[in-house]
C-alpha cells in the first residue's frame, strides 16, 4: 500500500521555480518605470497642450514609454506580492498595510496609461493638436481617481514596504534604505520640481532594493519561502 508520505513525495514541488521567478520579476517594473520617467518627454506637471504638443515632436521617446509602462503594468503587483511575501513572518502588520496601498496604486498604472495612448495614438494619426488636446482634456472622471490612488497608493506603499524589509532584517540595511526614500524623491522630481534625471535616481533606487530582496529570496530555503506540497483532500 503506497503511504501518504510516498504519494505527498510524487507532487511537483514548484517553490524552488517560483523562488527563481520572484527573484527575476522583482526589480524589473521599477526599473522599467525608472527609465520611462527619464524618456518621458514631458513633465508630470505639464498642462493637456504642453503634453500634447510635447508628444507630437517625440514620438518615438513616448512609444518607448508605452512599452515600458505595459512591462511595469505586468510586473508590478506580482513584484510587490514577492517582497510581501518575504516581510510578512516578521513584519506582518506592515506588510499587510503596504500592500493594501501598493497593489491598488499599480494597478490604477493601466487606467494612467491610457491618457498616454490616446495622446501618441492621436499624434501617430496626424490628428490636428487641438483635438488631440480636447480629447486628453476629457477624459473619464475615474482618471482622476485612479490617478489619486495611484500616487498615494506606490508613495506610501514603498515606504511602508521599505521600513517592512527594515524591521523584518530579510534584507541588508543599505536595500531597506533604498525602497523606503526611493518614491519620496520620485515624487519631488515628479511633481515638486521636476528633473528626470532625480526620477530615473528614485525609481531606480527601489529597484536595486528589490533585487536585494530577490537576492534575499533565492537564499531562503524551502520550507521558509512556502508551505511544501500536499495531495487535495481525500486524494
Known sequence: MTTTATRTANVADVRPASRWLAAIVLPIGPAAVAVLRYVLPYDTTDDAATITAKTIGA?????????????????????????????????????????????PGYLSLGWLAAEDQIVWSGAQAGVNADQITRLAEAMHPSGEVAAAFFVLGHVLGTILIGVAMWRARVVARWAAIAVIVSQPIHFMAAVVVPNHTLDLVGWGLQAVGFAAAGWAILHLADDEWDLPPALPVGA
Open 59 to 103: 514620438q518615438g521617446r513616448m512609444s518607448a514609454v508605452l512599452w515600458l509602462g505595459f512591462i511595469a503594468v505586468l510586473t508590478l503587483v506580482p513584484a510587490a506580492f514577492a517582497v510581501g511575501r518575504l516581510t510578512r513572518r516578521r513584519a506582518p502588520r506592515l506588510t499587510v498595510i503596504a500592500l493594501f496601498l501598493l497593489v
